[in-house]
């Protein structure tokens, strides 16, 4: 039994290290200009080893996204359950969020939510997986979101659910690379600059 064990302790770890260097290389890079071949360069593999543990590079970023999530989420619990007023609630949750993306690299997956119809074929096999970390966002951010438009704080007359939708729009732009290299802004700054655009928008 202890040898079926180690060799699937020994992928379990390979694999950890491979999402651990390709975190690096989105940090440096991002994903367009991330490849396979620097991965398995500097995780001291094969590139044959590497597809083997994953199809492709938008595999292991999807990976990196679900292996954060849990964490993540409860982060947005304890914001949450506090005792803050409900538009900081909303602000923080916001803020955390475009954060989170900004560090991670995760706007792809973001992107990949809000354009779904158009991904490729191997985005689409990861559409189920999309949807329920949509849905999950969706039952944390909507209660929130429907309660400020019931206290008179948000535009009511906009629907709930395209308020939600809004968030994900803001993403992909924030997130942009180019931006951030060409504004010479910090995360923390676009970050916050992308949360108060949102609150201009959803607030009376």
Known sequence: ?????????IQLNRENYILQVTEEILQEKGFHDMS???????????KVTIYRHFKSKEDI???????????FLHNIDQVIVSDRPL???????????????LQKESALSLSVISVLGELPIFLKSKQEEIENV?????????????????????DSSIPSILLYKLFFS??????????MEKSNMSEDELAKIGTRMYMKAITI
């Open 1 to 9: 039994m202890t040898g079926p064990f180690s060799r699937k302790q």
């Open 36 to 46: 396979m071949d620097e991965i398995a360069s500097r995780v001291g593999i094969s």
């Open 61 to 71: 970023v999807f990976c990196l996204f679900f292996r954060d999530l849990p964490d």
């Open 87 to 101: 538009l900081e609630k909303i602000e923080s949750i916001i803020y955390m969020s475009i954060l989170k993306f």
């Open 134 to 154: 949509q849905d999950t966002l969706s039952n944390h951010l909507m209660p929130l979101l429907n309660e400020g438009q019931s206290e008179g704080l948000l």
């Open 170 to 179: 803001i993403i992909p732009t924030i997130s942009s690379r180019q931006l």
